[in-house]
């Protein structure tokens, strides 16, 4: 009885050992800087193709990348992780901050290590980061989504919305742009719902199948949420209803392309996110060579050429909009 | 030549040795020293970082805090023979409240937290009804309350109302020190020892271990057992309060989100520390080390360069945390097979 | 007429909320959309049938999530590299009675509380599968999708094996030897022992047919868009188990009914078209399922008073 006890200790013990043990050495070996992307959920395709344009910039500017980020988003794991990288004494972070305040803790220690920071897609508080790579601010996306929603429905009629969840930050940030422009321009539209689908596509599905239901008037889906797109355009698509009620979205070009051929979708927005990347590496590792300095009025980046500042943010540029005639150029 | 007496100690000592908790220490100090090997280097500005760190050791204390507290509340439930799926959300809930109270009513930080807990014991308080009360069982009504806790967290914040802007002094509970150590450690300390006390050395302490082994020869012994099983639901419902306070201040906001899948590591730790589910045998230093196990599995992978090369630490820590579980439950479990079997034959 | 009363209260409920809908919502009646409703929960039938199997033998599976999700993930990659799906479908049951098998060898085998073991393999297969595809759709080739057929031949395809499938199984629960075995082994382990039964092999059988049927349902699901999320399965446990129990099996394992279940789940399933339909905000979804729960606990805990009585 004994042994087997002892057995299972040492085997876990082996385990443990024979999996991690690991010959490798840090960076700080070699030299290189390190410079550490986060996400705000690892397994969205949006953010992982902000890391192809990210891993780019680290093989231009010979930089060593860390990229990781809370599997779903989570507040309290991005902290964690910005702790990690503290602790592993990169040179700089990037962070898309699932909760304005929650990180900014984490990110002023980072600071007050040396450690430069700078925030993409979701800023943090001002004082917690040198500078935001903006793709566009909320305003221009919510914008955006709202001018093209009316554009399609003919500045008339009813609209749903489906987002992520209903507790999610940035979400939050883009519905409340929506609706204040909704408000301002377009009084004779309605917003008839706001139905989260927790990053899941099928559930989207059904979301959109019980709003099209639910409302025999309604011209259009807006997800603001990337997996909720196709699950949207698929509802549509099995009701029959192609044509009637419109897609629109925040969403990636190849999840949604088959969709968008086929017409079920109008238009997705984003804007270059392997670009997105791309620029919040070499700001990142700019700041953290000092050649990028708060007050700054633009910035080179590579081959992407010049970005204006305005502030402490570096604007990618507009939204950008996806549709049958462009979507072919763009492979993330 | 051996006398009794020494025959005795010497078997004293080997038991021991061999008591889960000691394997489990064995475990974490294995761990510890792997993670404190490969983890800890220099990096390129000349700085000592990784796994060896102070402010690492301090990160891993502070993060252990709120799944600490609710394995520790955890604790009485599951050696009593019950369950508790809804402490975290009852912990988002409580955040929330906590959060409308100071915001939304003005009313003081001290008042404000005090009237928190008493909402979470309430609340743990209808968990105990249904389940000491009505005999309901308390997987079905926890599962029950897990949603609905959850679904009250979302509907007073209509999902989207963040609280920040504490004032600082509150924050400094989740983000400051106290002699030299973490502030919200003192409280988890506090807690610890309050609920060792509880559990080992108290009547009603001794008794959940009895209610865990059998409910109804309990009662024939003439255990108050529905007032002791309602008071441990209550008890998870204060203490999840509790940390429902430090996760704020660690964070800086209150958020219906707050906690999201936290009781499965409680749960997980507490299983660990050698506290059968089935209840009636445990113990809270178990827990305390299952959760120390955990916790630095969780931060001492993320330090090693193999780990941050595949950005897989919470993967691999998740899978490590799984497998370690079921080896914990094989090694309690195939020893008694196999000498069952050897009885048989 | 007892012996039924859960079922028949789950059943009344259901009425009662179809009927409230009716009135306040008519618009929910509308056949499209209720067969893209039905032909999205089928999936999650199948499971809660399979589920039904285990909590009857007085044990849980809590990792039926991350089965679907694997089983999903797998069929969506067999299905990409061309595999025709007369071959995905028997290789998705497959690898789902290989991971109930492992979960029913954990607990039948050396006597590991189930719901611990659940919880382990959980978070062990979730976090493998994230590790593995990093939250990346697969993408399906045309002739996937409703079996390469027309939608409405595959929606019909879908509900009507799920019938089948559950006519079958509420028949071989009451008819067949190791159906009864189950309620047997579920209500007192050591007298079907003594009365000659294997408790340890029904058991794990119990577990690995719930495997097959979630590897079965994630084909099912499979088939119903162009591209499978690896995420699909989260959160299904919950809804599973919510089912089942509402539906009037009991935890304490010994009782329960298929039908019964179909009902719970139905019940839970039209709570967010309601929703939906009734024009309520989103955020009370998950404040009213729990209250559902409590409610189908509180009926379960006064049936078993009133039968001890």
Redesign the interface.
């Known amino acids: 009885m004994n042994s087997s006890r002892r057995l299972f200790l040492q085997g876990t013990a082996l385990a443990l050992v024979g999996c991690l043990a690991s010959p490798l050495a840090l960076t700080a070996a070699e030299g290189k800087a390190m410079i550490a992307l986060m996400p705000k959920s690892k397994g969205n395709a949006y953010f992982l193709s902000c890391k192809i344009g990210a891993d780019r910039a680290a093989k231009e500017l010979g930089v060593e990348l860390l990229f990781d980020g809370p599997v779903d988003s989570n507040a309290a794991k991005q902290n964690e992780i910005v702790e990690n990288w503290i602790t592993l004494g990169v040179d700089a972070i990037a962070v898309a901050a699932e909760n304005k305040e929650g990180i900014s803790t984490a990110l002023r220690k980072a600071q007050k290590q040396g450690i430069k920071v700078v925030t993409y897609d979701a800023d943090a508080l001002a004082d917690a980061r040198s500078f935001f790579v903006n793709q566009a601010t909320p305003e221009g996306i919510g914008y955006a989504l709202m001018d093209e929603a009316a554009r399609l429905c003919g500045n008339t009629g009813e609209f749903a919305m489906i987002t992520a969840s209903l507790t999610a930050a940035n979400q939050r940030e883009w519905q409340k742009k929506i609706e204040k422009r909704l408000a301002e321009k377009y009084p004779q539209m309605k917003l008839v719902a706001v139905r989260p689908c927790d990053d899941l596509k099928d559930k989207a599905q059904s979301e959109a199948t019980a709003l099209m239901s639910a409302n025999p008037k309604l011209k259009l889906i807006m997800s603001i949420c990337s997996p909720g797109v196709p699950g949207a355009a698929e509802a549509v698509k099995q009701a029959g209803r192609v044509g009637q009620v419109k897609v629109i979205g925040l969403g990636l070009p190849n999840e949604n392309r088959r969709y968008v051929k086929e017409g079920v979708i109008d238009s997705i927005i984003l804007w270059n996110t392997e670009n997105l990347g791309y620029l919040s590496v070499y700001a990142a590792v700019a700041l953290a060579n000092d050649q990028l300095k708060p007050g700054a009025k633009s910035f080179k980046a590579g081959t992407l050429g010049e970005f204006k500042i305005e502030g402490d943010q570096i604007l990618l540029g507009k939204p950008f909009l996806f549709n049958k005639e462009n979507i072919d150029q763009f492979d993330f | 030549m051996k006398t009794p007496q020494t025959l005795e100690r010497s078997h004293g000592w ?1 038991k021991w040795l ?1 008591r889960h908790e000691t ?1 489990l220490l ?2 974490l100090v ?2 510890w020293s ?1 993670f404190y090997y ?1 983890g800890t ?5 000349g ?1 000592t ?3 060896g ?1 102070l ?2 050791q301090f ?1 891993i204390l502070r ?1 252990s805090c709120e799944i600490g507290l609710l394995a520790l509340a955890l604790t009485p439930v599951i050696l009593a023979g019950g ?1 508790d799926l809804s402490v975290a959300s009852l912990l988002g809930l409580c955040a929330v409240i906590f959060g409308q109270l100071t915001h939304d009513l003005g009313l003081s930080l001290s008042i404000a937290a005090g009237a928190t807990v008493a909402l979470g014991a309430l609340a743990g308080g209808l968990n105990a009804t ?1 389940i000491a009360g ?4 308390p ?3 926890t ?10 967290a ?2 007073l ?4 109302v ?1 609280y ?2 504490f004032a600082p002094r509150f ?1 400094s509970l989740g ?1 400051d020190r106290w002699l030299a150590l973490p502030v919200q450690a003192w409280v988890f300390f506090a807690v610890a020892a309050g609920m060792w006390m509880l559990v080992h050395r108290t009547v009603a302490g001794r008794s959940f271990r009895v209610i865990g082994f059998s409910p109804e020869g309990a009662r024939f012994a003439g255990l108050p057992v529905t007032r002791n099983l309602a008071g441990v639901y209550v008890l998870a419902g204060a203490i999840a309060a509790i940390a429902a306070l430090i ?1 704020t201040a ?4 209150a ?6 899948g936290y009781e ?1 590591f409680a ?2 730790a507490v ?1 660990l520390g050698g506290t ?3 209840g009636g045998r445990g113990s809270v230093t178990g827990t305390l080390l299952g959760v120390a196990v955990i916790a630095v599995l969780k ?1 001492g ?16 820590s ?10 914990a ?3 309690s ?3 008694k ?3 069952a079997r050897r009885n048989r034959s | 007429m007892s012996r039924y009363s859960r079922e028949l209260s789950v059943l009344a409920v259901l009425a009662a909320m179809l009927l409230a809908l009716g009135v306040w919502a008519p618009g929910f009646y509308r056949l499209q959309p209720l067969l893209s409703l039905a032909t999205r929960e089928a999936p999650v039938l199948v499971v809660a049938c399979g589920m039904v199997l285990v909590v009857i033998a007085r044990q849980i599976d809590i990792s039926v999530g991350s089965q679907f999700s694997i089983c999903s993930v797998a069929g969506g990659l067999l299905a990409a590299a061309g595999w025709p799906m007369v071959l995905v479908v028997p290789a998705s049951v497959a690898i789902g009675a290989m991971l109930g098998m492992l979960n029913g060898a954990l607990v039948a085998g050396l006597g590991l509380p189930s719901i611990v073991v659940t919880l382990a393999m959980l978070v062990t297969l979730r976090q493998g599968l994230n590790l593995f595809r990093q939250g990346e759709f697969v993408t399906l080739p045309d002739g996937v999708q409703w079996f390469g057929l027309s939608q409405s031949v595959g929606q019909a395809l879908i509900l009507a094996a799920t019938g089948v499938l559950v006519i079958v199984l509420a028949a071989a629960l009451r008819h067949v030897a190791l159906g009864r075995q189950i309620y047997a082994v579920g209500s007192d382990a050591e007298a079907s022992r003594l009365a000659g039964i294997r408790p340890r092999w029904v058991t794990f059988f119990a577990f690995a047919a719930l495997g097959a049927l979630t590897g079965l349902a994630a084909a099912m699901n499979v088939v119903q868009s162009p591209q499978v999320q690896p995420l699909s399965g989260n959160g299904m446990e919950l809804k599973v188990i919510a089912a089942v129990v509402v539906g009037g099996v009991a935890i304490s394992g010994g009782r329960g009914t298929l039908w019964g279940a179909t009902a719970g789940l139905m019940v839970l399933a039209c709570i967010s078209p309601a929703l939906v339909h009734l024009h309520i905000e989103a955020y009370w979804e998950k404040a009213i399922q729990g209250a559902v729960i409590l409610l189908a606990a509180i009926a379960e805990g006064l049936r078993r008073r009133r039968s001890d009585a």
Not at chain 2, 250 to 253: E, K
Not at chain 2, 319 to 325: E, Y
């Open positions: 080997r061999l394997l064995v475990v294995l761990e792997l490969f280097s220099v990096n390129r500005r700085m970082v990784g796994f760190t402010d690492r990160d993060h369950i249904l009505l005999r309901l069982p997987l079905i009504v599962l029950g309350t897990y949603s609905l806790f959850r679904g009250l979302e509907a914040t209509r999902g989207a963040t920040s802007d924050l983000q996760y660690r964070l800086g906001q958020k219906a989100d707050a906690a999201i499965l749960i997980a299983v059968s589910i089935f931060n992978l993320a330090t090693l360069p193999v780990v941050i090369r595949l950005n897989a630490a919470e993967e691999i998740g899978m490590l945390t799984g497998f370690l579980l079921l080896a439950l094989a090694g479990t195939i020893p097979l196999v000498s």
